[in-house]
């Protein structure tokens, strides 16, 4: 966790009232954002004399749509509506790409994300911090499987490579224009948007809060798609593993070589009388486990090259309603 405070010298000051973005992707949030639009509304026109607020409709089946679209009318309103739901990560993308604040802050639509951080975010940033990241104050709420899941995945992911992904951080953050700049000139199509924010560096401090319970509809994320964003994650930002299946490939053939030794010296002393079926089957079973395993991981990589190949835009906009920026 990195912290900092005071101005950075030599830069010039902040502006006291800085024009304000703010990002909400959403998957069938409707009743989420009657209730939050109001109180981000009352919220955003106190902080900022120019502001918008971008939501994206990440292909939801209810009627987030519409209720973007009516609030869209308003002035200030931005509603990007993607042609199918396409994740959240590449929802976030999108809605950055339609902003243009000088500061822009991305936060989940289902009141987790309590609007009263935005004010001590922005004292932050006036101070000199590029990224101003809420960090979950405590994992209480969630069960022992995902916390150990969790750990343990920020342990591989954070193993050797040249930055860390700090554990607890999570879209719930306020960036500089540059920096969500630099997270938008990143060409990869695999957005994992954690390993994203720590690879474009930047000075970022960590805001702890409490996140709220979700007010409408249940999380998006289970844990197979837990398991399946980890493993996405480790190989876009790792190649570690692969450097491990080279390691352990050399080991298996290095003993194997030891025990070829031992096998031709023992039937020069004392012959063959062919028994040990034992031992050839559980060294069969066992080199064999080993080898898929690691032709599975150079599969896991293969798959990624396969999708950065590909070079397909990451969502398809389907219309974008309203005029974003507005002043009073
Ligand atoms: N979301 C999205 N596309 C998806 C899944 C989720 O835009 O495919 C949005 C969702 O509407 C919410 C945010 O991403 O605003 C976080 O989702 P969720 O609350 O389900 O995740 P959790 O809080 O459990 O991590
Ligand atoms: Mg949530």
Redesign the pocket.
Same mark, same amino acid.
């Given at each position: 966790m990195t912290a900092t405070s005071g101005p950075v010298a030599g830069a010039p000051p902040r502006p006291q009232r800085p024009s304000l973005s703010l990002v909400?992707?959403?998957?069938n949030?409707a009743r989420n954002l009657e209730t939050l639009l109001p109180l981000l509304l009352a919220r955003v026109a106190k902080l900022a004399e120019r502001w918008e607020i971008v939501l994206v409709d &990440?292909g939801s089946t209810d009627d987030t749509a519409a209720v973007m679209q009516r609030w869209a009318a308003k002035p200030g309103f931005r509603a990007v509506q993607l042609s199918r739901?396409f994740?959240?990560e590449a %929802?976030l993308t999108a809605g950055l790409r339609h902003t243009s604040g000088e500061v822009v802050v991305s936060m989940? %639509? &289902?009141m987790?994300h309590p609007p009263s951080l935005l004010e001590e975010m922005l004292v932050h940033w006036r101070q000199g911090a590029d990224v101003v990241y809420a960090v979950r104050a405590n994992r209480d709420d969630e069960g022992l499987i995902k916390r150990v899941g969790t750990r343990a995945f920020y342990r591989l992911l954070n193993a050797f490579e040249g930055f860390d992904v700090p554990p607890d951080g999570g879209d719930f953050r306020l960036m500089d224009r540059a920096v969500v700049d630099a997270l938008l000139s990143l060409p990869e199509r695999t957005r994992f948007m954690k390993g994203l924010y720590a690879w474009v560096g930047f000075q970022a401090v960590a805001l702890p809060y409490v996140p709220g319970e979700?007010a409408h509809g249940k999380?998006?994320?289970n844990y197979r798609r837990l398991v399946s964003l980890s493993l996405i994650g480790l190989t876009a930002f790792t190649t570690w593993p692969l450097r491990l299946a080279t390691v352990i490939g050399m080991l298996v053939a290095f003993f194997s070589m030891l025990y070829g030794v031992f096998l031709t010296v023992a039937y020069w002393l004392w012959g063959n009388e062919v028994s040990g079926w034992t031992t050839i089957v559980v060294g069969v079973a066992l080199l064999l486990g080993i080898q898929m395993v690691l032709i599975g991981i150079v599969g896991e990589y293969v798959g990624r090259i396969f999708e950065e190949v590909k070079a397909r835009p990451l969502y398809v906009v389907k219309d974008v309603h309203g005029q974003g920026l507005t002043g009073r």
């Amino acid at each position: 966790m990195t912290a900092t405070s005071g101005p950075v010298a030599g830069a010039p000051p902040r502006p006291q009232r800085p024009s304000l973005s703010l990002v909400l992707p959403c998957r069938n949030e409707a009743r989420n954002l009657e209730t939050l639009l109001p109180l981000l509304l009352a919220r955003v026109a106190k902080l900022a004399e120019r502001w918008e607020i971008v939501l994206v409709d &990440d292909g939801s089946t209810d009627d987030t749509a519409a209720v973007m679209q009516r609030w869209a009318a308003k002035p200030g309103f931005r509603a990007v509506q993607l042609s199918r739901n396409f994740g959240k990560e590449a %929802a976030l993308t999108a809605g950055l790409r339609h902003t243009s604040g000088e500061v822009v802050v991305s936060m989940d %639509a &289902d009141m987790q994300h309590p609007p009263s951080l935005l004010e001590e975010m922005l004292v932050h940033w006036r101070q000199g911090a590029d990224v101003v990241y809420a960090v979950r104050a405590n994992r209480d709420d969630e069960g022992l499987i995902k916390r150990v899941g969790t750990r343990a995945f920020y342990r591989l992911l954070n193993a050797f490579e040249g930055f860390d992904v700090p554990p607890d951080g999570g879209d719930f953050r306020l960036m500089d224009r540059a920096v969500v700049d630099a997270l938008l000139s990143l060409p990869e199509r695999t957005r994992f948007m954690k390993g994203l924010y720590a690879w474009v560096g930047f000075q970022a401090v960590a805001l702890p809060y409490v996140p709220g319970e979700r007010a409408h509809g249940k999380t998006h994320f289970n844990y197979r798609r837990l398991v399946s964003l980890s493993l996405i994650g480790l190989t876009a930002f790792t190649t570690w593993p692969l450097r491990l299946a080279t390691v352990i490939g050399m080991l298996v053939a290095f003993f194997s070589m030891l025990y070829g030794v031992f096998l031709t010296v023992a039937y020069w002393l004392w012959g063959n009388e062919v028994s040990g079926w034992t031992t050839i089957v559980v060294g069969v079973a066992l080199l064999l486990g080993i080898q898929m395993v690691l032709i599975g991981i150079v599969g896991e990589y293969v798959g990624r090259i396969f999708e950065e190949v590909k070079a397909r835009p990451l969502y398809v906009v389907k219309d974008v309603h309203g005029q974003g920026l507005t002043g009073r």
